[in-house]
């Protein structure tokens, strides 16, 4: 993520933010406020969004979309290897937990349910990370000539 030519993308990955970014996102105004912007800004520019309800709510007629998946292990593992880098310990099993009940917070919110767009993509990621980019872009590739 950057922000003002700046990677802030470690300052966002902690496990308050995304505590806190699960909670706020179910504020209506705020989810309001957010729509504006992001659809201004991928209006503006060609944009990559990551988000939940970014296919679904944010950006329905976007030209791919994935909705990405992983096994639960995979998820939980790579959040606890994320978290221990910036100093956080914490058990694969207390991950496991955290992303449970984000899962379903998110999935169950009145406003903007993370749920899978009718057209979305369903992308496994439990591989690596170059795994998944070659299998997405063969995918953008095959849809945008």
């Known amino acids: 993520m950057i ?3 700046e990677d802030v993308t470690g300052l966002i990955r902690t ?4 505590a806190f970014a699960s909670a706020v996102s179910a504020i209506g105004s705020v989810r309001a406020f957010l729509l504006d912007v992001q659809r201004d800004m991928a209006k503006k520019n060609n944009v990559i969004m990551d988000g ?21 292990d995979a ?14 310990n914490i058990s694969v ?3 496991k937990k955290s992303l449970s009940a984000r899962d379903k917070q998110d999935s169950t919110r009145k406003i903007a349910p993370a749920i899978p767009a009718s057209d ?3 992308l496994d990621n439990s591989g690596s990370f170059d795994e998944t980019v070659d299998r997405a872009l063969k ?4 849809r945008i000539k």
């Open 139 to 142: 995918i953008i590739e095959s």
């Open 52 to 72: 939940r309800d970014i296919g679904t709510v944010i950006l329905p007629n976007a030209d791919v979309k994935f909705f990405m998946t992983a096994s639960d």
């Open 15 to 18: 496990s308050e933010v995304s």
């Open 75 to 88: 998820r939980a593992e790579r959040r606890r290897a994320e978290l221990a880098e910036k100093g956080e």
């Open 3 to 5: 922000l003002n030519g």
């Open 93 to 95: 099993e207390e991950v």
């Open 120 to 122: 979305a993509i369903m």
